[in-house]
């Protein structure tokens, strides 16, 4: 009744397919014309920007040029003013000559004229005198009332310019020369005040010098101090700077650490008995520091004692030696003998019982392969393989033989290690020392050994033995010794399907009908008679397999045969996806799943 729904369906599957089909070719399409535009957009978008680079250049030289044209006309400007300023220089300089020339004529002509007027006034007064002659004047006296004229004219200008020294003699003469007997008066009491005055000051000044020479002595004493406050301050300066100071840094911020210093001592004593006292300090320290690292010469950083072996600061070495003081004066080395003691005691104790935990596993492993055998025996449907056995040995392993050597070493002596009790004796310590030798040789192997954790499968070695066709392998450790390629691969799928089986049975007491699916890869490294053979082998315990092999070779022996192919995402281009395709499918006949 669904045949024509499942026929609709499928019609509209195949024209989805159709489409899809379709539009996948479309969409190549379009990805190519996607990518020739976008490369003809690059062309082009080069194409532009060449062009604007090359405009670019354009401009650039035009700049230039203009940049050379400016810059030859500011140097032309500049040529022009400077003719210019030297045009202008040279006419001023011109003009100015001019105006000299012009002033020494007009003075030359002045002196000229003068000695001309000169002479011209003599010659007036020559005809003046002989007019007068003529007229009848006395030209002689004439002569004369003119050099008395001339005579008195000079006196009265020599009148004229000491008339201030005769009015300032006047003045001296009305204040002092007249006062000259009561000045010599006056003289006479002065000097006797003088005198009284005299004795007084000298008084005054014997008691003043008296205080001055008091009140200096004063002053030097203070400034002797002063000057030792100084030194000391220079001295205290650097002294701040040595190294002796950073050691006394915290005590010299304590004020009321220095108000217990002796006050009479100077600064200057105090400081080098500081620096005689670090210097002994420092002579002790390195002394210390040799000591310490001599003595540290003899423990790893992984001491039982949990001393520090890597020691930098000053502080760490005095940390140190007041510890170790400490640990001498409290006798604590007692203390961790009886702590090591009790520890390897216990360590030993814990390896005995966790090897005996396991070993106890040995009989489960024992159980197992003997199933494993068993189920070999029962149901083999491989010809090339006869036989096939397993069998287990004691571990080849260097930590696991320790281990159960430890385990045995405990079981004798385990009431004998450790701190002393009732059941210790004389030959304890002999045991423990050799309980100790154990514990470091089994240090030593797992320092060597690269894994951090033992494994069950390391407590013990498997050996197998496989009869191929009439070749015997014998008892051997790995499956490459058995054959070729193919056998080893063979065997081991083998050993695992048994394997599984011996789980899967214990693991479906509760179910009937149980069945498991499992994945074989390269399956196609096997012939296929051996591929048919190991099919019935794992069906036949309800294991299905999923075989996975390049080439399919005999599909008549599967059920299904399925193609697997990767492609890409249609809703990300960037991830791809596997897709399974049904190829073959085996019906109405009974085969092997």
């Not at 609709?8 to 397919?17: F, G, P, R, V």
């Not at 003719?83 to 011109?94: A, G, H, I, Q, V």
């Not at 075989?547 to 022996?557: C, I, V, Y």
Request: overall charge positive.
């Amino acid at each position: 009744k669904f045949r024509k729904k499942l026929n609709n369906l499928k019609d509209l599957i195949a024209e989805n397919e159709y489409s899809i089909s379709q539009n996948e070719y479309k969409l190549k399409k379009n990805r190519i014309d996607l990518n020739k535009w976008i490369s003809k957009a690059k062309s082009e978008k080069e194409i532009i920007s060449q062009k604007l680079e090359n405009n670019l250049g354009e401009i650039a030289s035009k700049k230039l040029k203009a940049e050379e044209i400016l810059e030859s006309i500011k140097k032309g400007i500049k040529r022009k003013i400077n003719l210019k300023e030297k045009e202008r220089d040279s006419e001023t300089k011109s003009l100015e000559e001019a105006k000299n020339q012009k002033v020494s004529e007009i003075n030359a002509f002045i002196s000229e004229n003068k000695s001309t007027s000169n002479k011209r006034i003599k010659e007036l007064k020559k005809e003046q005198t002989s007019e007068l002659d003529k007229k009848g004047a006395d030209t002689k006296r004439l002569n004369i009332i003119d050099n008395r004229l001339n005579n008195i004219t000079k006196d009265l200008d020599f009148i004229k310019d000491n008339e201030t020294i005769v009015i300032e003699y006047n003045k001296d003469k009305r204040e002092l020369f007249d006062r000259v007997p009561q000045l010599k008066v006056d003289k006479i009491s002065l000097e006797k005040k003088q005198d009284s005055i005299i004795n007084d000051h000298k008084i005054e000044l014997n008691k003043i010098n008296a205080k001055c020479s008091k009140q200096k002595n004063f002053v030097e004493s203070i400034q002797s101090k002063i000057d030792e406050f100084n030194n000391d301050l220079k001295e205290l300066e650097n002294f701040k700077i040595s190294d002796a100071f950073l050691s006394i840094k915290n005590h010299y911020d304590n004020s009321e650490t220095i108000a217990e210093f002796d006050k009479q001592k100077k600064a200057t004593t105090l400081i080098r008995e500081i620096i005689d006292k670090h210097s002994s300090n420092l002579q002790t320290y390195e002394e210390l520091r040799q000591s310490v690292n001599l003595f540290n010469g003899n423990f790893d950083e992984t001491n039982i004692f949990s001393f520090k072996t890597k020691l930098i600061t000053k502080e760490d070495f005095l940390n140190f030696a007041s510890d170790l003081k400490e640990f001498i004066e409290e006798d604590k080395i007692k203390e961790y003998e009886k702590r090591v003691n009790d520890r390897f005691a216990n360590i030993i104790h814990l390896i005995g019982r966790e090897t005996t935990e396991l070993n106890s596993k040995q009989g489960e492993i024992e159980k197992i392969i003997r199933k494993i055998n068993d189920d070999f025996l029962g149901k083999n449907f491989i010809e090339a393989i006869k036989s096939m056995e397993i069998k287990t040995l004691d571990s080849s392993n260097t930590i696991v033989r320790l281990l159960i050597q430890i385990k045995e070493f405990n079981d004798e002596n385990s009431l004998a290690l450790g701190k002393l009790n009732l059941f210790t004796s004389s030959e304890s310590d002999s045991k423990n020392q050799k309980a100790i030798d154990l514990l470091k040789q089994l240090v030593k192997e797992l320092e060597k050994s690269k894994n951090s954790n033992l494994t069950l499968s390391e407590s013990f070695d498997l050996q197998f033995r496989i009869i191929e066709n009439d070749n015997d392998s014998g008892w051997v450790e790995k499956l490459s010794n058995v054959g070729s390629n193919g056998t080893d691969i063979l065997v081991k799928a083998m050993i695992n399907i048994s394997l599984l089986n011996v789980f899967k049975v214990d693991a479906s007491k509760k179910f009937k009908d149980f069945k498991l699916h499992c994945m074989m890869d390269e399956i196609g490294t096997l012939h296929p008679t051996n591929q048919k053979g190991i099919l019935r082998f794992a069906n036949e315990r309800n294991i299905l397999l999923i075989n996975g092999s390049p080439t399919s070779q005999n599909a008549t022996d599967y059920k299904y045969t399925y193609k697997l192919a990767k492609e890409q995402s249609k809703t990300n281009s960037k991830k791809y996806i596997t897709k399974i395709n049904r190829l073959v499918k085996k019906v109405n006949t009974k085969v092997l799943n």
